[in-house]
Every structure is written in structure tokens, then in C-alpha cells.
């Protein structure tokens, strides 16, 4: 197909780069003429003015979204029109207010569910959809000519499509997108005053929960305000609940419980999370091995794991303080932590004693 993107930041670079590469004609275009020159330069498409693209995909800040829609099903008549903003059911209202006669039919608002702590064409890969949900939100009234173009580039950008109403999209993204994020950086504006000698304890449960709170104000404020009602629900809920939290801290009648409450309530919220390939989710074992931040230690590590025929569903590693050593949690099914654990003692690897207890009773 013929694509025209408008907007080169980090989304719409990386669309260009991946429907390249699956062998689609891309053109580009963005406000700012270094944007676009950079996103080309990368080879995410061309600087041409397209004539009759088949799909315009506009990936630009959901403040603007609508107007560019509107712009967009106007100059291309035949194109298939869809955006990638985060926020969908505002974007949509803005959009029926501004259409007229079958306009409307030929814009389907999508979200791609990927991103980056960084933004900007510099920071686009090509890869950045590969296995992520792709949000497709159309109803009985869209034609299927125009639903399969937004399925079509989604799917080849290694993106798995996923049907949703806006108003429940914007209402699922509110709690798991754009509140962690207010979260994130509330937690981590915490630490701008702490001592460094403090900071220095920070551990990978710090890093993990603060990550986010790398991103973008800008952007950030334009989606927040976007989807302001539901994040103000899901906020308040949360309000309730550290005020529970913080009232049970006086350590008065019942605090013991309610403290206790809150964090079983959190295992069963996490419990819920899917698991991977969005299967059921699972719970698996986790061995933990000390490793040398040394070149080509992790690659042995795994290269061991890999010969004791284990399969890693998942890690995550974290750097001991003041010594060259780290810790590494391998997540593997519960059938196989124990030859696992023996497999890598029998290979020279250093597990906390906690694991080399477990496997000496089981």
C-alpha cells in the first residue's frame, strides 16, 4: 500500500521504518522540516507530497489529532484516515462534530499499544510493535474495505489487532497506561530532595517502579488532560486506598490488617496480568544467580541455562552497590527450578543460600 504519515516522532518513525521494511511505499510529513529530514534520513520513507495515498496515518500529539483527521479526509478523499494517539473517545467526538456526509466513514481511530521513555524520530525502531497489541476501534457501520487497510498495517508491523469500543479503550488505558504513569512520577519526584548517599540504596524495585517517570511532560500532559475523566477516576480509587493505607501507619486497632489487606489486594490485582503471548496468566519459580558485571557473563549464564534444556520465561537483573557483581532472577517453570539449580551449581554459578537450601530438601 501507499502510506502517508504525518508526524515523525517516535511512533510515527517507527511505522515508517517497520511498513518499509514489510515492503510498503511510505511518504512523510511533519511540521518540522528537521523532524522529517531526520525520520528519512533513518529510512522511514521519502519527503514526497503523496497524490492518493490508501492510508494516511496520523501520529501526532492528541491535542492536534482531530484536526489533522479532519484535514487529511479532505485532502485524500479515498484514503483510509486513522491516528495513533492514546486517547480515542475524544478524538472521535471532535471528529464526528467536524465531518460531513460520509467523511466519517473512512477515519477509524487505532492505538498501537508500544512505546518509549524517550521520544523523538531518533529513538524509533523498526521493531517497536513487534508482539504488542494494536487497538482497532471501529463499529457495525465501518466498512470493511477501510477496516482491513488498519488491520492490514498493523498486522505488518508484527502487531496483534485487538477490537475495542473507544469509550472502553480509553476507560482500560486509563488504569493500565496513563495513571501507572502519573504514578511513576509522583514516586520518583519523591527522590529529587534525598540525599545521594540515600539514593544510593535504590534497588531494582525502585527502578522498576519509576521507569516511566522518564517520559515526556509535554506529550504526557496533552494525553492526561485527553482522557482527564477516567484517569480522575482510577486516581481517586487510589486516593481511597492510601488514605486506608496511611491512616492504618498510626498502627492503631485493626492496622495490622489493613495493611495486610492492601498489599494481598495488590497480589490479586497482579495475579491478574496476562502472561505471556497474552496466554493465562502463570506463576513460575524464580532462581537467582550472582553474576560478574563482567563482558560475555550473562551469554554464559544463559548459554548454561540453554544446555540444561530449560526454557527462561523471564528476567530481570539488579547491580549490587560498590562491588563489580550483580544478581540475576531467571523465571522458569516450577518443574524445572530444581535441576536448574543443580545444573548451574554443577557449572560453577553462585546461587543465595536460600536456593541451595531449597534444592538440598527437596
Known amino acids: 500500500m501507499n502510506v502517508h504519515i504525518i508526524g515523525t516522532g517516535l511512533l510515527g518513525t517507527s511505522l515508517g521504518l517497520a511498513l518499509t521494511n514489510a515492503g510498503h511505499r511510505v511518504t512523510l510529513e511533519d511540521l518540522s522540516p528537521t523532524a522529517v529530514n531526520l525520520a528519512a534520513d533513518m529510512g522511514a520513507g521519502t519527503r514526497e507530497n503523496p497524490t492518493?495515498?490508501?492510508?494516511?496515518?496520523?501520529?501526532?500529539?492528541?491535542?492536534?489529532?482531530?484536526?489533522?483527521?479532519?484535514?487529511?479526509?479532505?485532502?485524500?478523499?479515498?484514503?483510509?484516515?486513522?491516528?495513533?494517539?492514546?486517547?480515542?473517545?475524544?478524538?472521535?467526538?471532535?471528529?464526528?462534530?467536524?465531518?460531513?456526509?460520509?467523511?466519517?466513514?473512512?477515519?477509524?481511530?487505532?492505538?498501537?499499544?508500544?512505546?518509549?521513555?524517550?521520544?523523538?524520530?531518533?529513538?524509533?525502531?523498526?521493531?517497536?510493535?513487534?508482539?504488542?497489541?494494536?487497538?482497532?476501534?471501529?463499529?457495525?457501520?465501518?466498512?470493511?474495505?477501510?477496516?482491513?487497510?488498519?488491520?492490514?498495517?498493523?498486522?505488518?508491523?508484527?502487531?496483534?489487532?485487538?477490537?475495542?469500543?473507544?469509550?472502553?479503550?480509553?476507560?482500560?488505558?486509563?488504569?493500565?497506561?496513563?495513571?501507572?504513569?502519573?504514578?511513576?512520577?509522583?514516586?520518583a519526584a519523591q527522590l529529587r530532595d534525598m540525599p545521594a548517599d540515600g539514593i544510593a540504596l535504590a534497588g531494582q524495585g525502585l527502578r522498576d517502579t519509576t521507569r516511566i517517570a522518564d517520559s515526556d511532560p509535554g506529550l504526557w500532559t496533552q494525553i492526561l488532560s485527553g482522557n482527564a475523566a477516567e484517569i480522575r477516576t482510577v486516581l481517586e480509587g487510589l486516593r481511597d486506598d492510601l488514605d486506608t493505607v496511611i491512616g492504618a501507619l498510626d498502627l492503631g486497632p485493626g492496622a495490622y490488617a489493613a495493611l495486610a489487606g492492601a498489599l494481598a489486594a495488590g497480589n490479586e490485582g497482579r495475579d491478574r496480568i496476562p502472561g505471556k503471548h497474552g496466554s493465562a496468566p502463570t506463576r513460575y519459580s524464580v532462581v537467582t544467580v550472582v553474576v560478574d558485571d563482567t563482558p560475555g557473563a550473562l551469554a554464559r549464564l544463559f548459554a548454561d541455562i540453554g544446555e540444561l534444556g530449560v526454557n527462561i520465561e523471564d528476567m530481570r537483573m539488579d547491580h549490587a552497590t560498590g562491588v563489580k557483581l550483580g544478581s540475576v532472577d531467571v523465571s522458569v517453570l516450577p518443574a524445572s527450578e530444581i535441576d536448574l539449580i543443580s545444573g548451574l551449581r554443577e557449572r560453577g554459578w553462585r546461587l543465595p543460600e536460600a536456593a541451595l537450601e531449597q534444592e538440598g530438601t527437596a
Not at 60 to 89: E, F, H, M, N
Not at 139 to 166: F, M, Q, S, Y
Open 52 to 187: 492518493d495515498p490508501d492510508v494516511v496515518i496520523v501520529a501526532a500529539p492528541p491535542d492536534v489529532c482531530a484536526g489533522i483527521i479532519v484535514t487529511a479526509l479532505r485532502t485524500w478523499p479515498r484514503a483510509t484516515v486513522t491516528d495513533v494517539a492514546s486517547v480515542k473517545g475524544a478524538i472521535l467526538a471532535q471528529v464526528r462534530e467536524q465531518t460531513r456526509e460520509r467523511e466519517l466513514d473512512r477515519y477509524i481511530g487505532s492505538h498501537p499499544m508500544a512505546g518509549r521513555e524517550k521520544s523523538g524520530a531518533i529513538a524509533a525502531r523498526g521493531d517497536l510493535f513487534t508482539a504488542s497489541p494494536w487497538v482497532v476501534c471501529s463499529d457495525e457501520d465501518t466498512p470493511k474495505e477501510r477496516l482491513d487497510h488498519i488491520v492490514n498495517i498493523a498486522e505488518a508491523v508484527g502487531a496483534a489487532v485487538i477490537h475495542l469500543d473507544p469509550d472502553f479503550h480509553d476507560s482500560s488505558v486509563a488504569r493500565v497506561s496513563h495513571a501507572p504513569q502519573v504514578v511513576a512520577s509522583l514516586m
